[in-house]
T-cell receptor
């Protein structure tokens, strides 16, 4: 079975500061993918970053980086230099290659304060 | 990133009618598309996995006869909510999986269904 846990229902961060959104997972798949998506109030889901389970290096995409600790089964998202436009819901997800589907966490609502 | 369109973006219908939602991958071929449902302030709930040319795989608890899914081509999947009732009111989102590179799924903009 696959499970994604996001323990922070809501977070505040000051503009221009960095913030870490937590994500832990549980899976029986030998290989899997980890993803983060952003959902603004408009509702669209925006792909942010991907980490493969066999990737040695942590993924980075611009201001987003994924702190992947495989032994601890965590895949935290780090957003550097927060901007007001970063205020949104953030979802962590795992792709099960065995079952060919994604499992989502419950989400973290991030508010960036000016 | 890849572009997925979804139509309509918003629909209001009377109870008992059927509503069709289209999901298209605009610049790539998607062998797999997913349909999700999202209630306010909640996460996405996978309803079904749609594979081109074969029957959809429904998640436990999702009524196949209520939510008809057709994946007619590599760029189009449709979800039909049959005999809609107010409890079917929700935000429905489709996604298409890209089987290369990051292997991620790209989402459509969603359809907000309101059943009166």
């Amino acid at each position: 079975a696959q499970k994604i846990t996001q323990t922070q229902p809501g977070m505040f961060v000051q503009e221009k500061e960095a913030v870490t959104l937590d994500c832990t997972y549980d899976t029986s798949d030998p290989s899997y993918g980890l993803f983060w998506y952003k959902q603004p109030s408009s509702g669209e889901m925006i792909f942010l970053i991907y980490q493969g389970s066999y990737d040695q290096q942590n993924a980075t995409e611009g201001r987003y980086s994924l702190n992947f600790q495989k032994a601890r089964k965590s895949a935290n998202l780090v957003i550097s230099a927060s901007q007001l436009g970063d205020s949104a819901m953030y979802f962590c997800a795992i792709l099960s290659y065995n079952f060919n589907k994604f499992y989502f966490g419950s989400g973290t609502k991030l508010n960036v304060k000016p | 990133g890849a572009v997925v369109s979804q139509h309509p973006s918003r629909v209001i219908c009377k109870s008992g009618t059927s509503v069709k939602i289209e999901c298209r991958s605009l610049d790539f071929q998607a062998t797999t598309m997913f349909w999700y449902r999202q209630f306010p302030k909640q996460s996405l709930m996978l309803m079904a996995t749609s594979n081109e040319g074969s029957k959809a795989t429904y998640e436990q608890g999702v009524e196949k006869d209520k939510f008809l899914i057709n994946h007619a081509s590599l760029t189009l999947s449709t979800l039909t909510v049959t005999s809609a009732h107010p409890e079917d009111s929700s935000f429905y989102i489709c996604s298409a999986r890209v089987r290369q590179g990051t292997d991620t799924q790209y989402f459509g903009p969603g359809t907000r269904l309101t059943v009166l």
